[in-house]
């Protein structure tokens, strides 16, 4: 009897330690506490560095580490006293920098509530070093590459970046017992066949071409079941697995040959949602993912239910679909039908997002992530014909009207209904309806 009474005090004592920081919690927490305020794709090496600065402010260690080819500082961040080492870098791409924000979110939280259960347990179990934006030059223009034109990610054999060197650098000087391998995907990324967009996926990246399924492998393994469970209560069907292909020259493979079993995080996007929100599920997701290291929680997740999450997929979702529009051939005035598919370019939340025409003709099996009915008009190109990789900017014409095709400055010598320019409604907004 007294057994059991103690064994229920234990149960509802590691009942209200979860409670502490259940995952409405950490959201309710980030939404109170963050302090990056700006989108992620708006923060450039100076920003960065203005929030490290408030970082050292509040206590945490900050070095500089190394330099990019351009002579820009590469800093890593420590906090905790653990015997367990967890290592996280971000931003190895220069135009993926959600998970940059996130881990100075992660790292304020973290000290400022030291005084917490949750919080010291990390602190005892775990020694956690990350490096926010390893390839700053990269983020400076809003590329993928270092300034040698090098993708970073494909460098980690030849070594012929000097930031690449580094990360290789820190890796073997510490030799961490996980690696965080932090990314962004495309936006038109699909959690399989759901026509869903893909806003979190997960990969447990094996160290060979065979998957030597290893204690580490199973353990990343349990930490994802934990993590996609995790951030399903916020992003129902909106989690999937990245594709495990080997990768002979790319950091997360490597990582994990040498002694580092790496979880990739890739962020994509939710249409609705804005980047804000995407750092909070990567706040969410290293948080969990540092209590379930520290306290051995994963242990109870089933390895094989990694299995269960839905192959990223590509070439099912577009930014834009207009349903059946009435393309006009400005050189023959021929019409014929067609659905017209859009994508955007990747830019910084502070520009205009060119968009490129991607698709034509009937797109039954493609989803939009934003539909339009246009079968009640003719459409041409504003700038360029209508044809795949053509520009996006179009013009709208309602049918009852007579439109002489062929005219030069077709657009001032008869104004169309509405115009599309850089995905968003110059004109006659609300003029093409949304298919309902
Ligand atoms: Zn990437």
């Not at 057994?3 to 004592?13: D, N, R, V």
């Not at 992660?106 to 934006?133: C, D, N, S, Y």
């Amino acid at each position: 009897m007294k057994q059991s009474c103690f064994l229920l005090m234990l149960l509802a004592a590691s009942m209200m330690n979860n409670v502490a920081q259940s995952p409405t919690e950490l959201a309710e927490i980030w939404d109170k506490e963050h302090v990056t305020n700006k989108f992620p794709s708006n923060i450039r090496h100076a920003e960065l560095k203005s929030y490290l600065d408030r970082l050292r402010s509040i206590g945490l260690k900050v070095d500089e580490v190394g330099k990019s080819f351009a002579n820009r500082e590469i800093y890593q961040v420590e906090w905790g006293k653990g015997p367990k080492r967890v290592f996280l870098w971000s931003q190895m791409h220069g135009d993926e920098p959600t998970a940059t924000s996130a881990l100075i979110d992660m790292f304020t939280v973290l000290q400022k509530h030291r005084g917490k259960e949750w919080v010291k347990r990390i602190e005892r179990e775990l020694t956690i070093r990350a490096v926010p934006m390893l390839n700053p030059d990269g983020a400076e223009l809003y590329v993928r590459r270092n300034l040698q034109g090098i993708d970073i990610n494909r460098d980690a054999r030849d070594l012929k970046t000097p930031e690449a060197q580094l990360l290789k650098q820190l890796r073997d000087a510490w030799s961490p017992e996980i690696g965080f391998n932090l990314h962004n995907q495309n936006e038109l990324t699909a959690a399989g066949s759901t026509g869903q967009q893909a806003t979190i996926s997960f990969l447990a990246v094996y160290g060979d071409e065979a998957k030597t399924e290893s204690e580490g492998m199973l353990r990343n393994k349990r930490l994802i079941v934990l993590l996609a469970e995790t951030l399903r209560q916020f992003i129902p069907g909106h989690i999937s697995r990245y594709s495990d292909e080997y990768t002979a020259t790319a950091f997360g493979d490597n990582f994990s040959a040498w002694g580092t079993p790496v979880i990739l995080i890739e962020t994509g996007a939710l249409q609705g949602k804005d980047e804000m929100f995407l750092v909070k599920m990567n706040f969410i997701a290293f948080l969990t993912a540092m209590r379930a290291i520290a306290d051995g929680s994963e242990k109870q997740a089933d390895p094989q239910r990694y299995y269960d999450l839905p192959n990223n997929s590509s070439g099912s979702l577009l930014h834009i679909i207009f349903r059946d529009a009435n393309l006009a051939d400005r050189q023959t005035g021929e019409i014929s039908a067609s659905d017209i598919g859009l994508a955007f370019e990747r830019r910084r939340a502070q520009f205009s997002a060119p968009a490129t025409i991607r698709r034509l003709g009937a797109l039954s099996s493609v989803v939009g992530l934003t539909e339009y009915d246009a079968s009640g008009f003719y459409v041409v190109g504003r700038v360029q014909p209508i044809k795949p990789g053509n520009s996006g900017d179009l013009l709208f014409y309602k049918k009852d009207r007579k439109i002489d095709w062929s005219i030069p400055d077709l657009e001032k010598q008869s104004e169309p209904d509405a115009i599309l320019s850089f995905g968003k409604w110059l004109k006659g907004e609300g003029v093409v309806p949304l298919k309902k």
